[in-house]
C-alpha cells in the first residue's frame, strides 16, 4: 500500500491542524494505522493508531486528550485533528500501516509514507 501525507504547516502555539493520509489500494480497511512523528536530532516516536473498523484507538500520552485519530475506509484516509498545539508538537509526521490486529504503538509497521512537517510557534 501506498501512503500520502499532507495537512502540515506552520502555526501558532495554542492552534490546530488536520492532517490526512490517503492510501492506494482497495484493502485500506485491513490495515492497522498510526501516525508517528519525527523531531529534529530525536527519534521517531509513537503519536496515536487506530484499529481497522475504526472502534478502537491508542494514543501516546502527551498527545491524550489534544489529538484524535479517525478514519473514513469509504475514502481510503486516516486523518489526526491536532487541538492545542504547543512548540514541542514540532515534527514531521508520519502515517504508517500494518495488517496486525491491534493498534499498538511500536514502530514496526510495514508501510510508511513521506511525512509532513509540523511546525509549532511560541
Known amino acids: 500500500v501506498q501512503l500520502q501525507a499532507s495537512g502540515g504547516g506552520l502555526v501558532q502555539a495554542g492552534g490546530s491542524l488536520r492532517l490526512s493520509c490517503a492510501a492506494s489500494?482497495?484493502?485500506?480497511?485491513?490495515?492497522?494505522m498510526g501516525w508517528f512523528r519525527q523531531a529534529p536530532g530525536k527519534k521517531r516516536e509513537f503519536v496515536a493508531a487506530?484499529?481497522?473498523?475504526?472502534?478502537?484507538?491508542n494514543y501516546a500520552d502527551y498527545v491524550k486528550g489534544r489529538f484524535t485519530i479517525s478514519r473514513d475506509n469509504a475514502r481510503n484516509t486516516v486523518y489526526l485533528q491536532m487541538n492545542g498545539l504547543r512548540p514541542d508538537d514540532t515534527a514531521v509526521y508520519y502515517c504508517?500501516?500494518?495488517?496486525?490486529?491491534?493498534?499498538?504503538?511500536?514502530?514496526?509497521?510495514?508501510?510508511w509514507g513521506q511525512g509532513t512537517q509540523v511546525t509549532v510557534s511560541s
Open positions: 504508517a500501516a500494518d495488517p496486525r490486529v491491534v493498534p499498538t504503538s511500536t514502530l514496526t509497521y510495514d508501510y
Open positions: 489500494g482497495r484493502t485500506f480497511s485491513s490495515y492497522v
Open positions: 487506530i484499529s481497522r473498523s475504526g472502534g478502537s484507538t
